[in-house]
């Protein structure tokens, strides 16, 4: 049974950090690309970040760039979203997924339950 874990999420006031986490199992977990989405109440999902399979390429959305860094480590089956400089309106649900291809991530094969990430002004 393949299990995406988020965690780490939680309130921060404007301009503070936080790191959430992604932890798999159940799957080859470098033969995934990893992806962290966010939704906020009475929005659409917005994709934020993407990872390669080995960690070598990551690719952030404007609305996070230069705040956020993904990274990946293998050997812990694990994705890391460090966000920096947090804004109120990056309040939201955060998601990880998992795909076998970055086209994959149109339609992931897996998602994780979400964690609450609230950013105070």
């Known amino acids: 049974q393949v299990q995406l874990v988020e965690s780490g999420g939680g309130s921060v006031q404007a301009g503070g950090s936080l790191s959430v986490s992604c932890a798999a199992s159940?799957?080859?977990?470098?033969?995934?690309?990893i992806a962290w989405f966010r939704q906020a109440p009475g929005k659409e999902r917005e994709f934020v970040a993407r990872?390669?399979?080995?960690?070598?390429?990551?690719y952030v959305a404007d609305s996070a760039k230069g705040r956020f860094t993904i990274s990946r480590d293998n050997a812990k089956n694990t994705v890391y979203l460090q966000m920096n400089g947090l804004k109120p309106e990056d309040t939201a649900v955060y998601s990880c997924?998992?795909?076998?291809?970055?086209?994959?991530?149109?339609?992931?094969?897996?998602w994780g339950q979400g964690t609450q990430v609230t950013v105070s002004s």
């Open positions: 997924a998992a795909a076998r291809s970055y086209t994959g991530l149109k339609a992931p094969d897996y």
């Open positions: 159940g799957l080859t977990f470098s033969a995934y690309v």
């Open positions: 990872i390669s399979w080995n960690g070598g390429n990551t």
